[in-house]
């Protein structure tokens, strides 16, 4: 299509080229520098406990029963099967493998709604620091995962797959998307 005919069709004239605005742009620059200096802070959640004797002293590992408060969250493990067997025959770990599973609340101490996610906000570490992500068995009734409101607390099974091998299990817990911290909690 020659010059001419370009011209004479306005439209044609914009559906070759972007258009973006200077807002999209500032709105862009100034969320990239937000997010730049959130990061750049380094800013750290600590672990602290928070019931009991000596309630708001910091630990670096925790234990079942003791409630734990990091960043907007506390989470408390009620207790662990370990190792946990599943009545269907279908629902077994694989050979040389045990299922464990930590009966677990987690309470959002923000003022808005936040969402929690077994995958995303906790792992259990071995003795050898090996980390082993959420299985699916049959024991977890009730999931951790979804919204939480602010004040609210959520209560559920998470449930892994370890070698029969592995000891000195520790749930570990990390939930907010901007903090560096992290919670460990011995489940032995």
Aim: proline share 4%; aromatic share 6%; glycine share 6%.
């Amino acid at each position: 299509m020659s010059a001419s005919n370009r011209a004479s069709r306005p439209e044609l004239l914009t559906k070759d080229i972007p258009v973006i605005s200077f807002r999209s742009i500032a709105v862009t620059a100034v969320a990239v520098v937000a997010l730049g200096a959130t990061i750049a802070s380094g800013e750290e959640d600590k672990p602290e406990k928070v019931d009991g004797a000596n309630a708001t002293q910091q630990a670096a590992d925790f234990k079942i029963g003791e409630t734990v408060k990091l960043g907007d969250w506390q989470v408390k493990v009620y207790g662990v099967q370990d190792p946990y067997v599943s009545d269907n025959q279908f629902m077994t770990p694989s050979p040389g493998n045990r299922h464990v599973v930590v009966d677990t609340e987690v309470t959002n101490k923000s003022d808005s709604s936040q969402t929690v996610s077994s995958m995303m906000c906790f792992e259990l570490l071995d003795e050898k620091n090996k980390s082993y992500d959420i299985a699916i068995t049959d024991a977890a009734d009730k999931t951790l995962d979804g919204d939480v409101a602010a004040g609210a607390s959520r209560r559920g099974s998470l449930a892994y797959e370890v070698p029969e091998t592995s000891k000195k299990l520790q749930l570990k817990f990390s939930c907010d998307l901007f903090g560096s911290g992290s919670a460990l909690i011995a489940l032995s």
